[in-house]
T-cell receptor, first 111, second 115 residues
Framework: DAKTTQPPSMDCAEGRAANLPCNHSTISGNEYVYWYRQIHSQGPQYIIHGLKNNETNEMASLIITEDRKSSTLILPHATLRDTAVYYCIVRYMEYGNKLVFGAGTILRVKS | KAGVTQTPRYLIKTRGQQVTLSCSPISGHRSVSWYQQTPGQGLQFLFEYFSETQRNKGNFPGRFSGRQFSNSRSEMNVSTLELGDSALYLC??????????????FGPGTRLTVL
């Protein structure tokens, strides 16, 4: 079972920041938080991952709370092309490259 | 660098038949994972291969099998197809030396319809 909880859907205005929350209260010390997204009819796309520090790349920023029980993915200037299902995944070392996907959050970016 | 490719992209089969799907990972990647995506169950992990060995397996019946070749290309096979096997089958590859924390690159998927 997925070990993360996300809201089923969110709306965001084009050009504004999209903040997608994720709860992972049972995360353990050596488990990473990953974010992927899936645009309709395509394979999932890696966005970002982190352990305990905040991370930023060309696509997004990842903010992880100090107790690591929750995180927020931030898309700084959402565009219509960011409309997708966003998955927050806790990566377990013993699972190797296995990803356990939950239901994700449907983000709708509106003009 | 070419991405992950999957063939065929679309497939229609009838119940009881078998099917083989193919995945070519990104050059240099040694890990290939397979996922099944259905509207009801979402994205579910099938199995992972690394250096021609199955390293991880999900909770699917034995009708689902796979293999990996020395060039890292992978195939998955589903025997005795059932209507519930209709799904998008996704392949993902990752590189490096088997690190657990590499990002995975997904292919476009094979859409299988079982009639």
């Amino acid at each position: 079972d997925a070990k993360t909880t996300q809201p089923p859907s969110m709306d965001c205005a084009e050009g504004r920041a999209a903040n997608l929350p994720c709860n992972h209260s049972t995360i353990s010390g050596n488990e990473y938080v990953y974010w992927y997204r899936q645009i309709h009819s395509q394979g999932p796309q890696y966005i970002i991952h982190g352990l305990k520090n905040n991370e930023t790349n060309e696509m997004a920023s990842l903010i992880i709370t100090e107790d690591r029980k929750s995180s927020t993915l931030i898309l700084p200037h959402a565009t219509l092309r960011d409309t997708a299902v966003y998955y927050c995944i806790v990566r377990y070392m013993e699972y190797g490259n296995k990803l356990v996907f939950g239901a994700g959050t449907i983000l709708r970016v509106k003009s | 660098k070419a991405g992950v490719t999957q063939t065929p992209r679309y497939l229609i089969k009838t119940r009881g038949q078998q099917v083989t799907l193919s995945c070519s990972p990104i050059s240099g990647h040694r890990s290939v994972s397979w996922y099944q995506q259905t509207p009801g169950q979402g994205l579910q992990f099938l199995f992972e291969y690394f250096s021609e060995t199955q390293r991880n397996k999900g909770n699917f019946p034995g009708r689902f099998s796979g293999r990996q070749f020395s060039n890292s290309r992978s195939e998955m096979n589903v025997s005795t197809l059932e209507l519930g096997d209709s799904a998008l089958y996704l392949c993902a590859s990752s590189g490096g030396l088997g690190s657990s924390y590499n990002e995975q690159f997904f292919g476009p998927g094979t859409r299988l319809t079982v009639l």
